[in-house]
């Protein structure tokens, strides 16, 4: 079945750092989607970034990705860690056509510290 | 704005006792979903339903009922609950494929 591999439970970075989370998944559709959402302490998770397009970067609020269907990877990144990106991130799939199913990764949580 | 609400906002409930969890949206989204977080887990979909009066098991079903009586309305239900349901529940709704699924603010449920 589908699967969204998310390999750090936890990273841990001081402000000014560049952020990389990573992702990588399974599908055996050749078109997904791919989506990067962030959970603050005590809110509930909202879409960061998604893109379906290979090899194309897709940027909001200073992070940006790329899907990489050659290597089923969709990396979150950023140039410079701020305190307020200190939150729960989670990498997610939706793939087949006319699919609503959504599947998650478990997780990472990103602690940014002075 | 998308808005999707949840009640009770947090509840604690006796082993082996009925819970029934709301979520109502107003985004006339087709798409509704429940999900459960748990440390180490993440977000796990339980329910689904992409039409009113039809609903899809997701991956972890077992213990658990929903319900689409109306398309702003879905309801998970715990008929038996467990210690092991102690967890946050979040309903989300979305367009559908592709289309990015908004969450509503959780329900923090205990069973003791």
């Known amino acids: 079945g589908d699967s969204v591999t998310q390999t750090e439970g936890l990273v841990t970075l001081t402000e000014g750092l560049p952020v990389m989370l990573n992702c990588t998944y399974q599908t055996i559709y050749s078109n997904p989607f791919l989506f990067w959402y962030v959970q603050h302490l005590n809110e509930s998770p909202r879409l960061l970034l998604k893109s379906f397009t290979d090899n194309k970067r897709t940027e909001h609020q200073g992070f940006h990705a790329t899907l990489h269907k050659s290597s089923s990877s969709f990396h979150l990144q950023k140039s410079s860690a701020q305190l307020s990106d200190s939150a729960l991130y989670y990498c997610a799939l939706s793939d087949r056509p006319g699919g609503y199913k959504v599947v998650f990764g478990s997780g990472t949580r990103l602690l940014v510290s002075p | 704005e998308a808005a999707v609400t949840q009640s009770p906002r947090s509840k604690v409930a006796v082993t082996g006792g009925k819970v029934t969890l709301s979520c109502h949206q107003t985004n006339n989204h087709d798409y509704m979903y429940w999900y459960r977080q748990d440390t180490g887990h993440g977000l796990r979909l339980i329910h689904y339903?992409?039409?009113?009066?039809?609903?899809e098991k997701g991956d972890i079903p077992d213990g658990y009922k929903a319900s689409r009586p109306s398309q702003e309305n879905f309801s998970l239900i715990l008929e038996l609950a467990s210690l092991s349901q102690t967890a946050v529940y979040f309903c989300?709704?979305?367009?559908?494929?592709?289309?990015?699924?908004?969450f509503g603010p959780g329900t923090r449920l205990t069973v003791l």
């Open positions: 989300a709704s979305s367009e559908g494929q592709g289309a990015e699924q908004y």
């Open positions: 339903s992409y039409v009113a009066d039809s609903t």
